[in-house]
């Protein structure tokens, strides 16, 4: 081991003994080299967050202390030895230090050269290992081997705390990872002198494992495409869909192709560049579901397969495919947060809200994503992006704010009536109970209004809240299993529904609790 670093000074050459009479004491001389090493400034403390490179590489070195110990008296000289200590004055008054810093960065030789003047050989061991805790060192005097890390300071300010501990992080991978490049090459410059390692290679027909993430993008891509929606008025956005069935039906959201729906222009490009033009074949707006078709659709179409969106569960793996903003083919991951989630959304034009009952994920769901599919861990489709929570919106919908990891899907399910009505019918089938509640009150369930819009009864006379007795002022509270605690909530579970089916209703009337069966009823078309 070199100790041109480690800054400890050998002691001076003692003269030859003399018979003569002693000389007076000779004072030390300080060297040139020893005074430079002592009047080295000690690091200064970090400063202010906002310069992270120089705190990060001041916090590295530490103060430097250098103890000199007092001069010895010289030896006695006689005339013969004169001539001679003349000639190793230099050695004789160098002052015998217990530790000289090491070299300053830059600087080695100056501090090499320092070293090698200090005198004879060889030199005692120094008082304390510049390891074990001295202030000696091959890097400057810092924190050493066995010496106490020095407190951190807190950082000044948020942003400025947090670069700066990356930075630290940066420095200490670089210094771990120099020291084990460093043995590496060292034990591989003795035999081939290469320290390249190479991974072996893939095979060409390397698979990922089924449910990988993957996997699965790999064979639902060519099935997912990115939709273009252009109106008459030149307006229009970006979404997507996937294929539904051979015949070249596409399942995607309302919203995405809302403008083109009347007079505009729809296409379809897949994974592999390919675009066909497409046209509208049904419209839910309160579902918020379309289906679209392609015009001169391949025959080698693939559809995606449809999960069950009543058995997925919460912590389920979910990966969602999309354009976020036109990001084609894009997929991320992330897990089923919640069921069941009322949810009401709008485009943020003048259309109406739509209203479901939704699947909560925090995969990363953007605008461009809506109409994709959100996948299980096997490439089925489970749900249909649809709606995000957003922080600048401060409500549901599409925002350009980006996601929040609280993203909302449409179950599957649902969206599979709703698109076999579409492609029958052209129109969409809601279940109705036939009563008007209030969409703008929220706490203990949903009231039904005195009146509906444009005055017109509350309780549709006939309908299926006035064959199970419910009024005006009635107060629903649970509809099925599920507690309603406002209008959309309650909508949202109608709409899990089919017309006919039975479903057990809960409400309060005058503080008196009732239970009842209803009966769902149908209305055809957005109204």
């Known amino acids: 081991m070199s100790t041109e670093n480690e800054g400890t000074a050998v002691p001076a050459v003692p003269p030859a003994p003399s018979s003569a009479p002693p000389a007076p004491p000779v004072p030390a001389v300080t060297s040139e080299e020893s005074v430079r090493a002592e009047g080295r400034p000690a690091a200064q403390p970090a400063a202010q967050a906002g310069s992270e490179a120089e705190t990060a590489v001041q916090a590295a070195v530490g103060p430097e202390q250098t103890a000199v110990q007092p001069a010895q008296e010289a030896p006695p000289e006689t005339a013969a030895t004169h001539a001679m200590s003349e ?80 930075l630290v992080a940066a420095l200490v991978a670089g210094g771990v990872g120099g020291a084990i490049g460093y043995w590496a090459a060292d034990r591989e410059d003795s035999s081939s002198g290469s320290t390249t390692v190479s991974a072996s290679d893939t095979p060409k027909d390397f698979k990922r494992d089924p449910g990988t993430v993957a996997a699965v993008a790999a064979k639902s891509l060519p099935s997912v495409v990115t939709i273009e929606a252009q109106g008459g008025d030149g307006e229009g956005g970006t979404g997507t869909g996937f294929v539904y069935d051979k015949q070249g039906h596409i399942l995607t959201n309302n919203h995405v192709v809302a403008s083109a729906a009347s007079s505009g222009k729809l296409t379809a490009t897949f994974s592999n560049g390919k675009k066909y033009d497409a046209e509208v074949v049904g419209r839910a707006q309160g579902y918020d579901v379309a289906v679209i078709k392609l015009k001169n659709a391949p025959a080698n179409l693939v559809p995606l397969s449809l999960g069950n969106s009543d058995q997925v569960a919460v912590g389920d793996s979910a990966i969602a495919i999309g354009a976020p903003f036109g990001l084609s083919n894009t997929v991320t991951t992330g897990i089923i947060s919640a069921k069941n989630r009322p949810v009401s959304s709008s485009d943020g034009g003048n259309s109406k809200s739509s209203y479901m009952s939704a699947l909560q994920t925090d995969a990363s769901i953007n605008p ?33 704010a980006g996601s929040i990891g609280l993203g909302f899907a449409i179950p599957v399910n649902e969206a599979k009536n709703v698109a076999e009505q579409l492609i029958k019918t052209g129109q969409p089938v809601y279940p109705v109970i036939g009563a008007t509640v209030a969409m703008d009150e929220k706490g203990q369930g949903a009231k039904i209004s005195p009146q509906a819009a444009g005055g017109s009864a509350a309780v549709v006379a006939g309908g299926p809240a006035d064959k199970a007795g419910l009024k005006p002022g009635d107060v629903i509270t649970k509809f099925g299993d599920t507690v309603i605690d406002g209008g959309p909530t309650l909508i949202s579970e109608i709409w899990t529904h089919k017309p006919g089916d039975q479903v057990q209703l809960t409400y309060q009337r005058d503080g008196k609790e009732t239970t009842v069966t209803v009966t769902l009823g149908e209305r055809k078309g957005d109204s």
Request: charged fraction near 10%.
């Open 87 to 166: 000639t190793t004055a230099t050695h004789a008054q160098e002052p015998v230090t217990a530790q000289l810093p090491g070299p300053v960065p830059g600087a080695e030789g100056h501090d090499g050269a320092h070293a090698q003047a200090a005198g004879g050989w060889p030199p005692p061991p120094p008082a304390l290992p510049a390891y074990g805790g001295g202030t000696g060192g091959g890097q400057g005097g810092g924190p050493v081997w066995g010496a106490p890390l020095p407190e951190p300071q807190a950082p000044r300010r948020r942003g400025g705390g947090l670069v700066a501990a990356v």
């Open 368 to 400: 461009g994503n809506s109409g994709g599919p959100l996948l299980d861990s096997r490439g089925a489709v489970i749900g249909i992006n649809s709606a995000i929570q957003s922080a600048g919106s401060g409500g549901f919908g599409q925002s350009q």
